[in-house]
């Protein structure tokens, strides 16, 4: 299958909002921060991950925290019996009441994210969607996690391959699906693939803090040579 563009998805990687008392209805204290929010925010992956210039690729970044909107999450996703959907109103020992009217702003929030995402998918008739994340250094040993899902947007095995070669023959563990999987894939009018990739936070954060590590430039070289590799790799198909 031949590619034209590559779509950047970063829905996690904002704080933004956390302070705004008409959006945010959460306890903020020092607990919630040290915890949730560094926990699950996806720090600097805005770094990690950038288009290089290139007008094929194109980068769809969500500018508000997940504690506001989750605007990776499922319209009627599983999670919302725990309290984690699309409006997160329960984390741990945090708990989060939302007026009506605050609500549905929210959900907005959540339309607009989809709706240009898949304005971005659509601007091509076949596009790479990579949904660009990290995850805890607790949650696993791997250095970076490839995720797909197994339908129609799973991407070819040449694709899947080529990513793999690519980071452990850069020095990095890969897990596939595993600490996470699944990849984001919105409805679309168009075909296109879509592939998940978790930087581990060890791999370029200094401890549990929000350094970047000595490890940061190598890597963010090495997610560039990806990005640009692929675009290589696709226009060759």
Not at 164 to 177: K, L, M, P, S
């Amino acid at each position: 299958m031949r590619y034209g563009r590559i779509v950047l998805n970063e829905p996690h990687a904002s704080v933004e909002g956390l302070y705004d008392s008409r959006l945010s209805f959460w306890n903020i204290d020092e607990g919630f921060v040290n915890g949730a929010v560094m926990d699950l925010t996806d720090w600097h992956t805005d770094f990690l991950f950038h288009g290089l210039g290139d007008s094929r690729i194109e980068t769809v970044r969500f500018p508000y925290s997940r504690f506001l909107v989750d605007a990776e999450r499922l319209w009627n996703d599983p999670l919302e019996d725990k309290g984690q959907g699309i409006l997160y109103r329960k984390y741990g020992e945090y708990c989060r009441d939302i007026p009506i009217g605050a609500e549905s702003r929210l959900l907005g929030l959540w339309r607009w994210h989809q709706m240009r995402l898949k304005l971005a998918l659509e601007r091509s008739a076949s596009t790479l969607l990579l949904d660009c994340h990290s995850f805890p250094e607790r949650m696993s040993d791997v250095d970076v996690c490839i995720g797909f899902n197994e339908d129609w947007s799973k991407p070819e095995k040449e694709t899947l391959e080529f990513a793999v070669n690519f980071f452990e023959e850069n020095g990095y563990a890969v897990g596939i699906n595993n600490p996470y999987s699944n990849s984001i894939a919105p409805e679309c009018s168009v075909p296109y693939k879509s592939m998940m990739l978790e930087i581990n936070k060890k791999a370029y954060l200094k401890g549990n803090t929000l350094q970047l590590s000595t490890r940061t430039g190598r890597l963010g070289r090495n997610m560039s040579q990806l990005v640009s590799s692929f675009m290589s790799l696709l226009l060759d198909s």
